[in-house]
């Protein structure tokens, strides 16, 4: 009886190391299923100086969440768009989505604080760079998106609808002409394991994501050079992206077998 005791003892220990030496052995592979992706737009209406003209200007950029990685498509034409005024001279703003023929790829994992930017999906010679300084130029990371202690809420309103939340804020001390004259925050459901965010605050205190800020600056009448300046917009919201290419996840794949021999460099970027 001891003897079998020690027998099935023996059996599970053996299994057990195999198990073990299994899962270390083979890699997880990433599938479009266990990944989670969104889109980053902005558009900034701004004012051309010889003729006091609106245009704007923006794009977006896809964000993809795979565990520890973060990976991004940046498009490599970003084209300027052109504003539309609509009846009562108030600008119609148009989401500005770039259409691109070309993208760099910047990928990372989240326990370094560097990452790779690719030209391409081969990964071939990519360049370290900071993901700090990346995620504050292209990501917005530090731009002030809710000031706390200088916004007053002026009227909040739900969509029953499509349980979106909207709230109307203004600056109780407007330092200077960048600060906008109206802020709108939406917010909803619906964006789970993404960690991109305006505000973690404001997500945290709403229960909500919130997903989209519009600041809206008035209409200044003789502002610039004795001319008007007309109402402007500049928007920023994330919207889910649930259509991408198997390419994409592969790429991520690829880059998690390759990561520990990828180039590392002191001197980022």
Known sequence: MITNFFNTIARISILAMV??????????YYTNQGCKSISLISSFQLLKVDNNQLFSIGG????????????????????????DNNNGGDITMKKVKVEETKCAYVIYNKKYNYGYLFDSLSIEKP?????????????????????????????????????TLIEKYIYKDKKDISYADTIYYFYRKGF???????SKKLDSIKKLKLYSV????????????GMDIPKREFLFEIENNNSYSNKIVDFI???????????????QQ
């Open 127 to 163: 360049r370290v760079i900071s993901i700090d300084s990346f995620l504050t130029m292209r990501t917005f990371k530090k731009f002030p998106f809710y000031l706390e202690n200088n916004v007053s809420l002026v009227e909040a309103s739900r969509n029953k609808i499509n349980h």
């Open 19 to 28: 198990s073990l030496l299994c899962n270390c052995c083979i890699p997880h």
């Open 214 to 225: 519009r600041l809206i600056y008035n209409k200044v009448p003789k502002g610039n050079h």
């Open 60 to 83: 977006s950029l896809n964000i993809f969440y795979c565990d520890n990685y973060i990976l991004f498509q940046l498009p490599q034409n970003p084209a300027p768009t052109t504003a």
């Open 192 to 198: 789970k394991n993404i960690e991109y965010s305006f």
């Open 253 to 267: 794949n690829r880059f998690k077998e390759k990561e520990s021999s990828m180039p590392y460099s002191k001197r």
